[in-house]
C-alpha cells in the first residue's frame, strides 16, 4: 500500500467517527433506544492488503475515539478489536476461489450484494454482542439485550448498505 491509500484511510477514519459522534450518538430509535453504530463501517471497508496486527490497532484506535467521544471506557474498543480480529476469519471463509485481487476493496458494488451481506451481517453482530454484553456486564435481562444486538445490527446493517449507495455509485 502507498501513501496515498493510508491517507484515504485516515480520511475515511475521520469521516466515520465524525458521523458517528455528530449524527448517530443523537439518534434514538424506539423504546430499546436502538442507535446505529455507524463507524464500524472504517473495519468493513479496509483495503485487504492491511497487515492484521495493524487492521488490529487501527480497530483499537477507532474504538478508542469513540469511547473517548462517547464516555464509554473500553466498549467500543473492546468490541471494535474482536471485531477487526474476527474480519480476517471472515475474509477467509468467503473468499473467491482466486482469492482477492490486490488493489480492490471490499466495497458492495465491487464485490456484490450477496457477498457483502455474508461479510458485513457476522462482523456487525460479533461487534454489537460485544458491545452489548460487556455494556449489561452479565446475562441479567438476557431477552432485551438480545433484542437490543438484532434491533441495533439490523439498523446498523441497514445504514451501512445505504451508505454503500450513496458512496460507491458506479
Given at each position: ?7 484515504k484511510m485516515f ?160
Amino acid at each position: 500500500m502507498d501513501l496515498r491509500a493510508y491517507s484515504k484511510m485516515f480520511l475515511s477514519y475521520l469521516f466515520c467517527v465524525l458521523i458517528q459522534v455528530m449524527v448517530f450518538n443523537n439518534i434514538n430509535i424506539g423504546t430499546l433506544g436502538v442507535t446505529p453504530l455507524f463507524y464500524v463501517l472504517f473495519i468493513l471497508m479496509m483495503p485487504y492488503e492491511v497487515p492484521a496486527w495493524f487492521q488490529l490497532i487501527l480497530g483499537f484506535i477507532l474504538g478508542w475515539t469513540v469511547d473517548v467521544f462517547c464516555d464509554t471506557p473500553g466498549l467500543h474498543a473492546a468490541s471494535s478489536v474482536l471485531m477487526t480480529y474476527a474480519r480476517t476469519k471472515v475474509l477467509e471463509v468467503i473468499a473467491p476461489r482466486d482469492g482477492y485481487e490486490n488493489g480492490t476493496h471490499p466495497y458492495l458494488m465491487v464485490m456484490g450484494f450477496d457477498w457483502f451481506l455474508r461479510y458485513s451481517i457476522p462482523l456487525i453482530f460479533i461487534h454489537h454482542s460485544a458491545y452489548f454484553m460487556l455494556d449489561s456486564f452479565g446475562f441479567d435481562n438476557f431477552s432485551r439485550t438480545l433484542l437490543k444486538i438484532i434491533c441495533t445490527g439490523l439498523c446498523t446493517e441497514l445504514f451501512i448498505i445505504f451508505s454503500q449507495y450513496i458512496a460507491y455509485r458506479k
